[in-house]
């Protein structure tokens, strides 16, 4: 498998590099990003791409791969609904028109986040934003479109956050992880385990296009059934 990785330089974009270069069916990674990540391996290349509402520049060297896992994100936290909508929405349909025109048998995965909207019409901001990222998604030619909406993550691995108050977040919150697993396990996941079920996903698909934190560990214990049907 030849994936394309944006976000690479985030939580869960760690995460997924990790095990998609210590994955012996991921032939080679291409990740996008505004900066280097300092990586080395002999399966990583890597675009540093300044402008992320435009890929037409570097549309040709995006063809040819398999799936996509899409990680990139920013808080809403302090942004208008137009702001967000920007940096969320637009960001993540510009990236994806290019990489559905070059690769129409690509399988793209979509890191959303739990309580997502998508009616598009609920009361809260960002979850009505991000269900019209995954609505607009599915829209597109792509092979198969996943959706995935993780609770709270836990880092594993040495990874950490590259922004600096949900590293003080995590190192607050962080030790309570068992505790956190034990009361609500049908919304905690980590890192690894979610890095995990995206690239089984690409490879394997899943039964339903939506996975929530409760369908992670079910996923790779029971095996995917199956792709779901694709689009005419």
């Known amino acids: 498998m030849k994936a394309v990785l944006f ?20 032939e080679s990674v291409l990740a996008i990003g505004r900066r280097e990540t ?4 002999e399966k ?9 509402f435009d890929f037409s520049s570097i549309e040709g060297e995006v063809a040819g791969f398999d799936a996509c896992f899409f990680c990139l994100g920013v808080s809403s936290a302090g942004m208008s609904e137009a702001e967000y909508r920007r940096l969320t929405y637009d960001v993540t349909m510009a990236a994806a028109r290019v990489l559905a025109k070059r690769n129409p048998t690509m399988t793209f995965l979509y890191i959303s986040g739990a309580g997502t909207d998508s009616t598009e019409k609920g009361r809260v901001m960002w979850a009505r934003v991000k269900g019209a990222t995954e609505n607009a998604l599915q829209r597109l030619p792509f092979h198969a479109a996943y959706m995935f909406r993780p609770g709270y993550i836990q880092p594993q691995d040495g990874i950490v956050s590259s922004t600096k108050w949900t590293r003080i977040l995590y190192a607050v919150v962080g030790p309570l992880y068992p505790v956190w697993k034990a009361l609500f396990p049908r919304y905690v996941t980590t890192t690894r385990e979610l890095a995990r079920v995206m690239i089984f996903v690409a490879k394997h698909g899943a039964s339903k296009r939506v996975l929530e934190s409760a369908d992670f560990a079910q996923v790779l214990r029971a095996g995917a059934p199956g792709r779901p049907e694709t689009k005419a």
């Open 38 to 41: 300092g990586t080395r391996h």
């Open 44 to 52: 990583l290349r890597e675009i540093v791409h300044r402008d992320f």
């Open 7 to 26: 976000g690479v330089t985030g939580m869960i974009g760690q995460g997924v590099l990790r095990e998609c270069l210590l994955d012996p069916e991921v």
